[in-house]
Structures are given as C-alpha cells and as structure tokens.
C-alpha cells in the first residue's frame, strides 16, 4: 500500500497529510501495546521506518503537524511514553526520536559550499570602507552573518575570511596615505567585529581554527611581513588576545606554527620600509589624550590645547589619531569638540585664538572631506564651521552653486576686504569676526577674477591679493579655493585656464625662512585639501599637466576614458587577483556616481555573463555582489525592475543564456534580495528611501516602505515569468525562474518568509508541471508557508503532483 499512496483530488490532499500522520500514531500505539509480539514489532518498525525515511512521507507528516495540531500533540506525547519504553538498541527508537521532532528543517537544502580562500568578504570589505570607513562594528557583524547563512560559511571559515580579507585590503594600500586607516581597522576593528559575531561569548575553538585557515595563506602573510617592520600575524594574534578570543597559550601554539620563509627572516626587521604594526597603541593613547583635553573648560587650557593640536598636525599624527579615531566609533565625538572650540575662537583677534580657530577649522575641513558632512555633522547644525560646509564647501555629491555663495557676502566688507589684500597686508583689525571674513571670500575672489579677465589687474597684482589671503590664515584660502573650485564646475572650458592659475597661486608654501612650525603643518594639510577639491573639477590643460598640478588619480568624477573601460578595467583586474584592490574600488563608486546604478548594474551583469567556467562564476558572482554595496538597495532594485527584465526578454541576449550561467545569475538575484532587505531595515525610518524608484515605477505606491518596494519588484519580475509559462513554451526566462525560486529558498535567511511570500503559487504550480524533474521534495516544503491556510493546501496540492510523476515514472520503467 505505501508506495502507492498520493492524491489526486485538490479537497483530498491537505487530508492526505493528517491520514499520514494518523497512521504513523497509529504504529506508534502499536510498538507500545505489542511489546510481545516481536514480529508485529518488526513489521511496525519496517513501516515507521519508511514513513521517515521517504522524503514524501517526511513532508506530509510535516504538513500534517501543522495542519492538525491536536494529533500531532497527541503524536508526540506518544513518543514521549515509547522513549521511556524501547531500550537504546531497539531500531525504533530512532524513528521515534526522529518523529517526535519532525519539522520542516529536517529535510535540509544543501547550501553550496566554495573552496578557501573566497573572494565576497575582501571585495566588500574594500567597496564598504570607501564608501563608510567609520561603518559600526555592529553594522559591519549584522552583514556578516547575512554572507555566512548565504555562503554556507562555517563560524572558523568567517572569522578567517575577514581576517585575511582586512590583511589583503591593508596589502593593497601599502605605502599610501590609506594605510593607517586599513592597519587599524585590521588590528583594532576586526578584534571588536570577531566579538559582535561571537556575541560577546568565548569562541576561542573557532578562532583558533579560523588562524589555522590563515596559516594555510602563507604567501599573504610573508607579503605583510616584507613591507613591515614587525610581524602582522603576530600583531594580530596579540590584539585577539586582547579581546580575549584567544588565550596567551594559544598564541604561543599558533606563533610557534608559523614558519616564515628563511630569505623573509634574513631580510625584514626594524630596518624595514614600511610602518611598525603597533602604531595604533601609541595612536590611541594620544586619542584618548586628545578627547580628554578637548572635554575640559576651554578658558582654562588655550595653550595647552594649541600645543597639542599644533603636535597632532606634526608628520602622519592627524591621519594616524583619524584613524584610530575612525574604527573606536570616536570620530562624531571628536568633531563635535572641535567645532566646539573653533565656536569659542571664532571672534577675537588674539594671535592664539585666531590660531585655535584656524587649526580647528582646517583639519574639520579635511575630517570632512575625508568621511562626507552627513557622516560626521548633525543635520540641522547650527554652528559656523557647521553653516559654511552647507553653503560653501566642495564635496563630490553636493555641489553647490557659485552665485549662490556670492549672496552671502556684504559688498561693503568685501570692498573693504579687497583694499586690504591689495596692498598685500594679511593681518587683521582687532575684534574680526572671521565669519563675515570666511563667507566674503567667494566676492572678493570673484572681483578679482574679474577684474584680472578684463584686464583691470596683470597677474603680479593677482598674486599679491592671493599671498595676502592665504597670510597666515589657512582657513581663507580654504574659503577662497571652495568658490574658485565651484565656479569651475560651471564655468565653460575656455575660461578655466585663469581660475586655476589661482587655485595654483593659493598653493604656493607660505614665503620666508621665519615661517612658524605650526604654519607649515597647518599648511601642508590645507593643500592636500585644496587638490582633492581640484580632483572634481574638469582639466582645462592637457591630461598629463593636469594630472600633475592637481594630483588627480583615479578618484575623477570626470574620466578621460569611457565608462565601460573602466569598469571592465576594474572587472578584470579583481577577477584576475580574487580580491578587489583600493583604486578599482573608488573607480567603482565614481561610477555609480556618474553613470547612476541601472547603468552599473547591467554593465557587472554582462561581464558576469561573459564567463564560461563555474570557478570563474563563482567568483564573478562574489565580486558582483560586492559592487553591488556600493548602493545594494539601488542596485537590487535596478536588478529586479529594468535589467533582469530587460536581458531575459532580448531575443539577441537569451538566447545565449545557458548553463551555468543562468544558475549564477539567479543566485545573484538572490544574494542581492536578501542582502538589499537587511540593508533597508525594519521600516522605513531605519532604511533609505529610494526616491528614484518611486518616481521610475507607476506600479509601487509613493508612500509604501522601502522593503515593500522591493518585494513589489520580485513580485512583478515573477508574475512575468509566470505569464510566458502559461504560453506553454519552455524558454530560457522558464529555466531562469526556476533557478530563481531555488536560490531564493535554499539561501533563505531569517527574514526569508516574507520575500518566499512574493513567489506566486501559481507561478510554483505551473513550472512543477512543466520542469518537474528538477524539482524535489524538500525544496516544495520550504517553499511554501506550513504555518498559513493557503501555504499548506498549495504545498499538500505541488508534493501530491511531484509525487504522481514520480509514481508514473516507476510504472513506466
């Protein structure tokens, strides 16, 4: 009778699965009342033993538990009682546990598992800490443990895979101004991160497996330890203990394993280019130095603060303690104490309060810079450093408009500002005010432009008004390069080359052999500012001299090559190394930038595409989904609503989907869901709103939650699948639903019941009967909701059609 047993009434099938379970209590009752009849035993145990061993089976007693909950309790309360009975050598007694529990988990999808090292985490990481250098350390664990119920990773495989991904980033920015950023985050910020994941609970088993991994990676560590001064593995396992992840007997095991090469032995030491690795020790007693001054009463500490600022800007001090200050979370708290003290110095003409104001607002400017005003000020500030980053500072995606700043000058200050500055005098009158100063500066650069283009002043005189403004306060020639910056963005090609001869003279080192200490520091960090300002700004002179009077790197918002060379420059390059270096990354995020994320996402789905090997698209798929968190709600939605659709319903580019790189893509799809739904929150106060979306699609509702967009997106990219499937014809866009539908369900992550909930039944019904020998068991019973009406009459209705083609098939054989 068993092997017969389905359904083939629609009324019928729900009541199939309790029948089931009826039957499995049923034979429960009889192994309890028919002790002593061993060959009904026997047959008993044969017949349990094939209600759970048949995955069939399995689930209609899973949808039967559900479905009946009354009999299912009953059912368990009976595996209680034969627990107690049966001795540990009866066969039973293993299928009675095994029922007892039985849930929908039991028959388990394998997720896919890859080979050591990968290459998701190191590509997130570098396109993560561009975009977010000072992203939370519970921010950066939350995302983690998404890749490691996605990728299958084991806790010892994700604790090794950040490791060595902070270690290949901090490789790849050696011997630049990136990498005190990177060697504190790898040394300081991956010990906290390691907690977050452990949830404050001893790991030790894990993390010690997790260095074992990293052992097997020797060729990275002998790199690390050749451009070092000191050991990093070693510096690592020091900072882990200091977390309390490892213990000291532990470090001394793991040390004792690593073998470097000889030549590596003979030739590294103290005498070694690069930076010790235990830099950040003596960073972070000078941060903690620093907040504890900047904490005090400012009456009482002037010129101990003074000193010790003057101190901070002294060599690679700021950008260390920037560093260090960046991974502690400690970067808002530092920020809102200077501005604090550059709010006390803002008036007054005392040489050591001008001084104050100016060091104070430099390096705001550059921490500004650096990490973005939203990153690092509060929205609705108040204060003047605060009030002229909103109005006039240049940063990449906040333009701000020339004529703009003009009106918030007074023509009777910048008339008396310019009288001034051409007679060459930089000191000022007792009692300035340096706000009426720094917010005229965009006037008077702007008559001086003037009058030099018409001919009112030869170049002699423009440079003697720039050496007066830039004198001995750097913040003007801050103020002066901002306006000159911005009106360059708008000005037209052929009258840039004047302007920038300007943003030229204001970089010139201050004159004079008696020039302070103090002011050449200061200064140096005002004209690494001024280039970065120069870096957005169109080159009016050949590629060649722009880019060294500029500095400009890859970072340009305005390349000299197509878009699509350098992405698939970017592309290659990572493909080439498994890891994602600093400069393909920031090319990335200029991209977005430019050429918005519809464009980027479909130029990343066809380099993907172009891949033939399955090594080669799993990696692909790692490396898209990193440059997808470049803006991973953006780009999921772009995905779904325009390039999916788009690329699937192209005769010329369908076609050519095959296997496997329909199953990549679709696992991509999937990644990229269920990364984009964490990414926007619980709500919308928690996720970002996706303005661009709302406006594009007529179907989404305006005042609908970003998640709701999204999975309003999935549903419609479904629903067309479902109506090509309709048709009858087996088409490409059929296999890719398919494989879609199975990704989505084997990566499932906490929160997958409600994007499984935009899958249509009808669209799961009509590809079982079309594609029905690709589909199993265990992937109809997660599929579907066992704890909704609904999602057990469609799951008892697909497990009864699966098994009457398998019943068929065995009939025909």
Request: charged share 20%; aromatic share 6%; proline share 5%.
């Amino acid at each position: 009778m068993l092997p017969g047993v389905t359904c083939c009434g629609k009324p019928e099938e729900t009541l199939l699965a309790t029948a089931v379970l009826s039957v499995a209590l049923w034979l429960l009752n009889i192994l309890e009342q028919c002790q002593k009849a061993s060959h009904i035993i026997q047959k008993a145990t044969d017949l349990i033993k094939v209600l759970l061993t048949d995955d069939f089976y399995v689930s209609l007693i899973c949808l039967g538990r559900y479905n009946d909950s009354e009999l299912f309790a009953e059912t368990n309360r009976k595996c209680a009682e034969l627990r107690e009975i049966l001795k540990e050598s009866d066969e039973a007694l293993h299928y009675v546990r095994k029922l007892e529990n039985i849930d929908v988990h039991m028959l388990r999808l394998a997720i896919k598992t890859e080979t050591w090292p990968g290459s998701l985490i190191q590509c997130w990481l570098e396109v993560t800490l561009i975009g977010n250098p000072g992203c939370p350390t519970n921010v950066l664990a939350e995302q983690l443990q998404i890749f490691k119920t996605l990728k299958g990773y084991s806790n010892a495989r994700l604790y090794a895979e950040l490791m060595r991904g902070s270690l290949l980033s901090l490789y790849n920015v050696s011997q630049t101004s990136q990498e005190s950023q990177r060697s504190a985050f790898a040394f300081l910020k991956v010990p906290h991160i390691l907690v977050s994941l452990t949830g404050g609970k001893p790991d030790t088993n894990n993390v010690v497996q997790a260095v074992e991994l990293m052992l097997q990676h020797s060729p990275l560590l002998d790199a690390m330890d050749a451009i070092g001064t000191s050991s990093s593995f070693k510096c690592l396992l020091d900072e882990l203990a200091k977390s309390r992840l490892l213990t000291e007997s532990q470090v001394k095991t793991l040390l004792e394993s690593r073998k470097p090469p000889p030549l590596l032995k003979a030739e590294s030491g103290p005498g070694g280019s690069g930076m010790s690795n235990y830099w950040y020790i003596c960073a972070e007693s000078t941060l903690s130095g620093i907040l504890k001054t900047l904490n005090s009463d400012y009456h009482k500490i002037q010129d101990a603060l003074l000193g010790m600022l003057h101190t901070v800007l002294t060599g690679k001090s700021f950008e260390l303690i920037l560093a260090v200050t960046t991974v502690k979370g400690q970067l808002r708290n530092l920020v809102n104490s200077l501005i604090r003290f550059n709010e006390w110095s803002k008036s007054g003409s005392d040489k050591a309060r001008s001084q104050l104001f100016d060091i104070t607002f430099v390096m705001l400017v550059a921490i500004v810079q650096n990490y973005g005003s939203t990153a690092v000020l509060d929205e609705n500030g108040d204060s003047l450093f605060e009030q002229w980053v909103r109005a006039c500072m240049v940063e990449r995606q906040r333009p701000k408009a020339p004529e703009q700043m003009l009106k918030l000058g007074d023509s009777a200050v910048i008339e008396s500002l310019l009288e001034q500055f051409n007679t060459g005098e930089s000191d000022f009158k007792p009692g300035v005010k340096w706000q009426e100063v720094l917010f005229n500066i965009p006037g008077v650069m702007k008559e001086v432009l003037v009058a030099w283009e018409q001919g009112a002043l030869v170049a002699q005189d423009v440079k003697r008004i720039l050496d007066a403004v830039r004198g001995r306060m750097c913040c003007l020639a801050l103020a002066a390069a901002a306006w000159l910056c911005s009106y360059m963005r708008t000005a037209p090609q052929d009258t840039l080359l004047k302007p920038a001869n300007m943003v030229q003279q204001l970089l010139a080192p201050p004159a004079g052999e008696s020039v302070e200490d103090s002011l050449r520091d200061r200064w140096q960090l005002t004209c690494d500012i001024v280039r970065r300002m120069q870096r957005d700004v169109p080159p009016c002179m050949p590629p060649a001299t722009a880019a060294a009077k500029t500095g400009a790197t890859g970072e340009q918002l305005v390349g000299r090559r197509p878009a699509l060379d350098e992405l698939k420059a970017a592309w290659t390059q990572a493909m080439r190394k498994g890891a994602l270096d600093h400069k393909p990354a920031k090319t990335l995020r200029c991209l977005l930038d430019t050429a918005g994320s519809r464009w980027l996402v479909s130029a990343v789905i066809n380099e993907l595409l172009k891949l033939r090997y399955k090594d080669q698209l799993h990696r692909g798929v790692d490396l898209a989904l990193a440059i997808f968190h470049v803006d991973i709600a953006g780009c999921t939605w772009q995905l779904l609503s325009h390039v999916l659709p788009q690329l699937l319903y192209n005769d010329l580019q369908a076609d050519s989907l095959m296997e496997p790189q329909l199953p990549a893509l679709a696992y991509l799809t999937s990644y990229s869901v269920y990364t984009a739904w964490e990414a926007l929150g619980e709500d919308s106060s928690n996720g970002e709103p996706l303005p661009k979306q709302q406006r594009l699609s007529e179907n989404l509702d305006m005042d609908s939650k970003p998640r709701d967009q999204l999975l309003s997106s999935l549903s419609q990219l479904l629903y067309m699948f479902e109506g090509g499937i309709q048709e009858g014809a087996i088409t490409q866009q059929t296999y890719f639903a398919f494989h879609l539908i199975k990704a989505l369900v084997e990566v499932k992550t906490e929160p997958s019941s409600a994007v499984l909930a935009a899958i249509p039944p009808v669209l799961i019904s009509d590809l079982l009967k079309t594609l029905p020998e690709l589909f199993s068991y265990p992937l109809l019973l997660h599929i579907h909701d066992v704890c909704a009406s609904a999602g057990r009459i469609n799951m008892a209705k697909d497990l009864c059609v699966l098994r009457n083609y398998h019943l068929k098939n065995i009939s025909n054989t």
